[in-house]
Every structure is written in C-alpha cells, then in structure tokens.
C-alpha cells in the first residue's frame, strides 16, 4: 500500500493537538480544584488595573505583559499581578475581581487571571475542536450517520464554550460584561462568540420543537 504523506501528516497533527489538549485539560482541572478548596474561604475585592511588567518575548519578537492590579483591604493598599503573559494591556483602572486571604491580604490572585483558566480554555480549545472537525469530516464523507439538529447543536455549544472560557479568562466572570470592564473592546469578540452559541442552541431546540407539532 502506498504511503499517504499528506494524511499522515494530518493524522500526527490531529492527534498531537488532542494529546496537547488532554494534558492541557488535565492540569486545568488538576490546578482548579486545588486552587478552589484554598481559597474557599477568602474574600473578594475589586482589583484596579494599575501597570505592567514583560513576561516573555518570544523568538518573533511578540511580547506578553504580567499584569498589576490594586485592590484595597481594611483601609490598605495591596498588589496582585496575574500568573500568566497577557498580549493585550489594560487600560488604567480597568477591573477585576481578586481573591485574597483575610488574615494575609498580600497573599492574593486574580480571579479568571490563573495559570489554570489558560490550560483550561486552550485544553478545551485543542481537544474538542479537533474532535468536531473529525467527526464532521467522517459525517461528510458518509463514514457516519449523525443527526443534523444534534450536530447544529453541538456546533452552537462548541462556540459558546470556547467564548465563555475566553470571557472568563478577561474577567473572572462567566457575565461577558464583566469581560468588558476588564479588557474593553477587546471582549467583543468572545461575547458575541457566547450570544451566537446560545442562538444557535436556541435556534435548534425550537426548530426541534416546531418540526415535532
């Protein structure tokens, strides 16, 4: 049988982007679950986008920031910075929601702004995406019978999950608005990413229901 470089090219793409995703998705939820039982008891306070700081510049020259915030405790000032590169700057005073430990208000984080948020959305990202793809190429070319109201589903779905994690990420927030007092103009894109998957998920159910009168 003669060897098909082009498809085993694609095959090793997909499948290192799902290999890439599991993982990615593994630590997210790994890093999640231990983040939430240790800050279950701290407050939240509003953080205030105050500067800047180069995280990384990578071999093209694209730089991301770490990114400062204030936020204000039992009469005094403390700093937070998020634990990840951001390629997009604030603008000044735009915020964010912080957690911090009562009796330590210097131990504090970012909600939406950690390391875990960012495997979590790219996990996501990198495994269930490349899924849809197969298993659209396999509905295509008849290897599959699927439903076509769970597939206009399940697209609208992919769309509002991949939306709400980058809302979350700019946020903390799973409210696109909060995104919006964070990064600005910069949240559209992922808030209409959340209003296009519900329409669509929407949009089926209701044909569904129609179809079925």
Avoid at 9 to 26: H, K, M, P, R, Y
Avoid at 108 to 122: D, E, P, Q, R
Avoid at 182 to 202: D, E, K, N
């Amino acid at each position: 049988m003669k060897f098909d470089f082009k498809k085993a090219v694609i095959i090793l793409l997909f499948a290192s982007a799902l290999l890439a995703g599991f993982i990615l998705l593994f630590l997210g939820i790994k890093d999640s679950i231990a983040l939430a039982i240790k800050t279950k008891d701290w407050f939240d306070a509003t953080g205030y986008f105050r500067d800047y700081s180069i995280y990384d510049v990578d071999d093209d020259g694209e730089t991301t920031y770490r990114l400062r915030y204030v936020f204000y405790s039992g009469g005094a000032e403390y700093f937070v910075e998020t634990d990840y590169g951001s390629g997009v700057i604030p603008e000044t005073d735009s915020v964010r929601t912080v957690l911090y430990e009562p009796e330590n208000p210097q131990n504090a984080i970012l909600k939406g702004g950690t390391a875990s948020a960012t495997y979590l959305t790219i996990g996501f990202m990198f495994t269930f995406i490349p899924i849809f793809m197969i298993v659209c190429w396999l509905w295509i070319n008849g290897k599959i019978k699927l439903h076509v109201k769970i597939f206009d589903f399940t697209a609208g779905f992919l769309i509002f999950a991949v939306g709400e994690l980058c809302v979350y990420m700019m946020g903390g927030s799973v409210f696109p608005w909060k995104a919006f007092g964070s990064m600005g103009f910069l949240a559209i894109i992922p808030s209409i990413m959340v209003a296009a998957g519900i329409l669509q998920m929407v949009k089926t159910i209701v044909n569904g229901v129609k179809e079925k009168k």
